[in-house]
Structures are given as C-alpha cells and as structure tokens.
C-alpha cells in the first residue's frame, strides 16, 4: 500500500505542478484601463498578453469618454489568440476610459456663439454673447497627439429661450473625428463696471474700486452704467451694492465746495480781473452753479465751481458787478 501511494504521488505530481505553474502564469485582466489610441487590444486589457497583445478587442470611445467591453467578448479574442486567461475575480465588463485633450471652454463657447449669430438675424454682429452648457461644461477633448480644436457641424437655436443644441466635431480639420453633441443657453451679455467693495456717499471712486461683469443686455437699461468713464471719479449719491449693476442717477461728481465754506470768486471779462473771497451758500461739484455770499456787501451772487474751493462769477450787469465790488 505505502509502495502503491508512493508511486500514485510521483506519477500525478508533475500535472499538479503543471497545473499550479499554469495558473501563477495566466494573464490578469483588469477591472478599468485608460488607453490612448483608437482601438482596445488585449495588451490594454491584461497586465500580461504576451504575443497576442496586438490583438484588437474593439474600437476606444471618443477622447475622454467611456464604455464598457463585456467580459464575454474579451473571453472570445484571448482564446482564439492563444492567451490563458481564468476570470477568477468574477468580472462581467471591463472599463475602457480613452484620455484626451480637453479643447478651452472658451473655445468652444465662442464657436458656439459665431454660429448662433450668423443663423440669426435678430442679434447684431457685433454682439457679445454668453454661453452657458448643460451641466457646466461642454466637457469637449480631441486626442493626446491632436491639436485642440472644434466646429460646429450643426445647431439649433431658439430666440425666445436662448436654448440651443449643437453637434461639435474636434478636432475641426478632421473629417472623422468623433461628434459631440452639446446643448445649454446662450444669450447676448453687455460688460458694466459695478463697485468691488462698498464706497460711502462722498467718496471718489477710483479705478481700483470697480471690476466688470457681464449682464444679461436686457437687464442694462439707458440707466445703467456701462462706461469707466461714468463712475470712476464720481461719487455716490446714496449706498450701492457691491457687484450690482450702477445707475447713472446713482452717481454724481465729488463735492468739491462744502455749503459754508470760504472760496475764491474770480470775475473775468475782456482785460478785467476781479478777486475776492465769499462764502458758499451751497455744496456743489465741478460744473455745478452755487450761490456764494459777498461778505463785505452781504450781497448773494452766482458763481459755476470751476475746482475746489474756486468759483467763476457768471457775466453780470452793471448793479450786479457793484454788488461784486462793494
């Protein structure tokens, strides 16, 4: 019996080990892959393939999508091509992720808006339009070895929403590129400055105080402001709110002459020079016509604030010009 079992052992023993080398030697196929070409072959999909690496198994998704080779199909190719292969884990699909280039969403957005504008009379060419995807992004890449780039293949827009829907191809020069269908809203948008912190009634607004935006052109009415020119250097006439749109009625010049003050009233005509100090009746900017007081005839005359703490006497008649002098 102990020679039989003996000899039982020595004759089954190198199938055990056949066995054993066997499985430490198939190939291990992985639960997710990213590849970088147009096609999936069984060196992508295994750690090992051996010789049937080059094998394809299936066409890769478009650059920077997915999709899911089942186990069944993988099965298939690796035995016709001679590579052992258990699916020991349980597998029942593979995941194939294709890397790519993302194209810049400003790039795409602007593509988006070129064709939105030419198909559609109603918005002027020169128009700036915003461009907003479904989603956040229009998640659009070409491949590792292409250049980034897209065209819009076709689009539709419609006015009254600002929906629209596009087929993209990137990237644009060639033919078989894969399409992307994107979709979101796009409308026209007008930059404004707004103020970037709060500024107190009586306070310059300085360049440094005002950052741009972009608005929706019909929420900029005639009173909005939409120029520097229009809010740096002028100063609030009541509390606006950082990054709210600025109305021109909100703003004014800065007071450069409190009511009370002492200033230099000049009167000028032809080769006459008349000088004196008044008091100002009122508080004004530059530009603005004040009442100021001639101390020493208690008389009122009016004088255009011309800088700060000086006023211009407007032309006067005779009696008013004694007035000026008394």
Known sequence: MRLRSLFTAL????????????AANAAELRATTVVSNDVVTLADLFDDAGDAGNTVVASS??????????????SLAARRNGLAWHNTTGLSHVTVTRSGIAVPEAQVSNAIAVAIIAKTPSILSTATMQVDFTGGNSGVQVGDSDTPSVKVEQIAFNPHNGSFDAILR????????PLHRVSGRAYPVTEVPVLSHSVAPGDVVRAQDIQWVRLPSTRVGNNVVTTQAGIVGMSPRYPVRSGEPVRISDMQPPVV?????????????????????????????????IDVLNPRSNRTVQGVIQSPNSVRIEAMTAPRLANFKS
């Open 11 to 22: 004759v089954f023993a190198p199938a055990f080990m056949v066995g054993a080398m066997t």
């Open 257 to 289: 002459i409190a009511k009370g003050a002492m200033v230099d009233m000049n009167y000028v005509s032809g080769s006459l020079i008349l000088l004196a100090r008044g008091r100002a009746l009122e508080s004004g900017a530059v530009g603005d016509t």
């Open 170 to 177: 990137a990237p644009a020069d060639n033919p078989a590129a």
């Open 61 to 74: 998704p478009a650059p920077g999508a997915s999709l899911n080779i089942s186990v069944s199909r993988i």
